[in-house]
C-alpha cells in the first residue's frame, strides 16, 4: 500500500527539558527514548485540540510503564498502545532489526480484521470488476487513470494516488472529453493512498461550478497547541478546457486515504455531485518524520485541516452521502454494491443539484 505521507521532513531530536521528575535524574535507554518522541509529540502534534486529547495525562498512564528493565520489545509495543489513543493513520511507529511498522489509526485495525494478504491483494487490484463495463476499460499515466463506460452512458473513472498536477490533469481532461456526452460521471477514490492535495483540486476544479471555498489549512508553529500560522484557504474553481457539471457520483471508503479525504472535502460542495460508499480514512493532515535515539522512526502530523465550516473530521473519516458498503465476500466474488448503487441512482433520474450545498464566498477568505 502505498504510504500516506505526502511530504516528510526529517530532523533528529536527542535533547529535552520535561516537566516531570523523571528528567531532574539520568535517564536509562528505554526511558530516553519514551520522553523523546513523548516529547516530540507534545511540540508538534497538531491535533490535540481538535480530538480533546489529553496528552499530559496519557503521559501519567504510560510513563510509569517505563523503567530501565524495560524490553525493546516492551518499550515498542508500550509506544504503540500509547500512540493508538491519537486515533492517527499519519502516526507511523517503525524499527528496525527487527523490522516492524505499526499505524496508530483505524487503518491498522482494518487491515487485520480483513487479513494483510486480503488487504494487500485487494488495494493491488481496480475497485470495480470488468465485468460491470460495456468493453474493457482504458488506462492513462502509467495505470493510474482507468476510465470506461457503464450501462446506460454513464462515464467512470478510478485513480489510485495524486501525483504530478500537470499529467493528472491532462489525463483527466483527456477523460472527460471522452465523456461529454455522458449523462453522468462516476469517480472512484477507493483504494487510493494519498499524495498531492494540489492534484486532487485540479482534479476537482474539472467539476467546478463556480469558486468554492472547501478547505482551511493550518501548520503549527509554537509551543501551544493552538499557535499556528495564518490559514490558507482553498478553493475549488472551474479550470481546464471543459467542466462537467452534469450529474456526478464520488465513490469513497476505508481505503479513500489522505489526499483522498481532502478530494472530498473538494468535491461535496459541489451542488451536483453525491457521495456514496463508506467514510473516508480520516486523516488529511501532512506529517514530519522523528528519529528516536534507539534509531526507530515515528511519523508526527503537523498542520490542521478543517473543511470549509471549520470542521475537522481527522479520526472520523469523511461520510458519504448515501453509505453502501461492499463485505469481503462480494470483494472475492467479484461483486461491487457500492458501483451498483450509483449506476440505480443515477438510472432514477431523481438526481438533483442540492440545495443546502450553495456557497457565497466570503470576502474574508478571498485570496
Known amino acids: 500500500m502505498k504510504t500516506t505521507i505526502k511530504y516528510i521532513i526529517p530532523f533528529f531530536l536527542f535533547v529535552l527539558n520535561v516537566n516531570c521528575d523523571s528528567a531532574e535524574k539520568e535517564l536509562s535507554e528505554p526511558e530516553k527514548n519514551f520522553e523523546v518522541l513523548w516529547k516530540a509529540f507534545e511540540d508538534n502534534y497538531s491535533l490535540f485540540d481538535a480530538k480533546h486529547v489529553n496528552w499530559h495525562a496519557i503521559y501519567k498512564v504510560y510513563r510509569p510503564q517505563i523503567t530501565p528493565e524495560t524490553t525493546d520489545d516492551d518499550l515498542f509495543e508500550t509506544m504503540v498502545t500509547m500512540l493508538k489513543h491519537l486515533n492517527d493513520n499519519h502516526v507511523h511507529l517503525r524499527s528496525r532489526n527487527p523490522e516492524r511498522q505499526n499505524s496508530a489509526g483505524y487503518l491498522a485495525q482494518y487491515v487485520e480484521e480483513f487479513g494483510k494478504k486480503d488487504f494487500d491483494e485487494m488495494m493491488s487490484k481496480k475497485p470495480v470488476p470488468e465485468s460491470y463495463f460495456v468493453k474493457k476499460p482504458e488506462s492513462k499515466f502509467n495505470d493510474r487513470f482507468s476510465f470506461g463506460w457503464l450501462p446506460d452512458n454513464i462515464g467512470y473513472f478510478h ?16 477523460i472527460l472529453d471522452n465523456f461529454k456526452t455522458a449523462r453522468a460521471v462516476i469517480i472512484d477514490v477507493r483504494r487510493n493512498g494519498g499524495g498531492d492535495d494540489a492534484v486532487g483540486k485540479a ?27 495564518p490559514p490558507k484557504y ?55 518524520r522523528v528519529m528516536l535515539p534507539n534509531g ?18 481527522e479520526g472520523i473519516g469523511i461520510p458519504p452521502d448515501i453509505r453502501q458498503i461492499n463485505s469481503k465476500e462480494d470483494i472475492k466474488n467479484g461483486k461491487d454494491r457500492v458501483v451498483e448503487l450509483a449506476i440505480s441512482l443515477i438510472q432514477s433520474g431523481e438526481l438533483k443539484a442540492s440545495p443546502r450545498k450553495k456557497q457565497t464566498i466570503d470576502a474574508t477568505y478571498s485570496n
Open 159 to 174: 485513480f489510485n494516488g495524486f501525483g504530478n498536477v500537470e499529467k493528472s490533469a491532462e489525463a483527466v481532461d483527456e
Open 296 to 313: 526507530w522512526t515515528c511519523t508526527i502530523p503537523f498542520n490542521l485541516f478543517l473543511d470549509q465550516n471549520g470542521f475537522c473530521w
Open 203 to 229: 482534479i476537482a476544479d474539472r467539476f467546478a461550478d463556480q469558486k468554492r471555498l472547501y478547505m482551511i489549512t493550518k501548520v503549527r508553529k509554537g509551543p501551544g497547541y493552538s499557535d499556528f500560522l
Open 234 to 288: 482553498w478553493y475549488v474553481e472551474p479550470d481546464g478546457p471543459f467542466q462537467f457539471t452534469k450529474s456526478v457520483i464520488l465513490l469513497i471508503d476505508r481505503t479513500s486515504i489522505s489526499a483522498s479525504d481532502n478530494f472530498t472535502l473538494a468535491m461535496r460542495v459541489l451542488p451536483h455531485v453525491t457521495i456514496v460508499g463508506d467514510s473516508t480514512s480520516g486523516c488529511n493532515a501532512d506529517s514530519k
